[in-house]
Nanobody, 118 residues
Framework: QVQLVESGGGLVEAGGSLRLSCTAS????????IGWYRQAPGKQRELVAV???????TYADSVQGRFTISRDNAKNTVLLQMNSLKPEDTAVYYC????????????WGQGTQVTVSS
C-alpha cells in the first residue's frame, strides 16, 4: 500500500506563487507516473500536471507556462511550482500516483487547499 503526503497549499494573492510537495511511501515501483489533479467546488476533478519516472511531463493547457512539475526519484517526491496564480486556480489539489497493476490501484493524497484571492 502506498501513502501520499502533501504539503504547501495556502492562501495567496493573484499573481503570487506557491509550491506543492508530495512524498510517496510504501510499496512504490521504479516505473510510475506521479502528479497533481485539482477539484474546484461544483466541478469535476481535472489533471493539472503529471511526470513520469523518465521525466516526461504533461500539463493542462490552463497552467502551461505558469506551473512546473518536477520529481526527485531518490526521495519519492514530486513538486509543483505554481507561479502567476489566478483566482481560477483556486481548488483542492490532490497528489496522484499510478504504477504497474502488480503494485496495486492508483493512489491519492488527502488533498491540500489552494486559494487565490483577486
Amino acid at each position: 500500500q502506498v501513502q501520499l503526503v502533501e504539503s504547501g497549499g495556502g492562501l495567496v494573492e493573484a499573481g503570487g506563487s506557491l509550491r506543492l510537495s508530495c512524498t510517496a511511501s510504501g510499496r512504490t515501483a521504479t516505473i510510475n507516473v506521479i502528479g497533481w489533479y485539482r477539484q474546484a467546488p461544483g466541478k469535476q476533478r481535472e489533471l493539472v500536471a503529471v511526470i513520469s519516472s523518465g521525466g516526461e511531463t504533461t500539463y493542462a493547457d490552463s497552467v502551461q507556462g505558469r506551473f512546473t512539475i518536477s520529481r526527485d526519484n531518490a526521495k519519492n517526491t514530486v513538486l509543483l511550482q505554481m507561479n502567476s496564480l489566478k483566482p481560477e486556480d483556486t481548488a483542492v489539489y490532490y497528489c496522484n500516483l499510478r504504477q504497474p497493476s502488480s503494485f496495486g490501484p492508483e493512489s491519492w493524497g488527502q488533498g491540500t487547499q489552494v486559494t487565490v484571492s483577486s
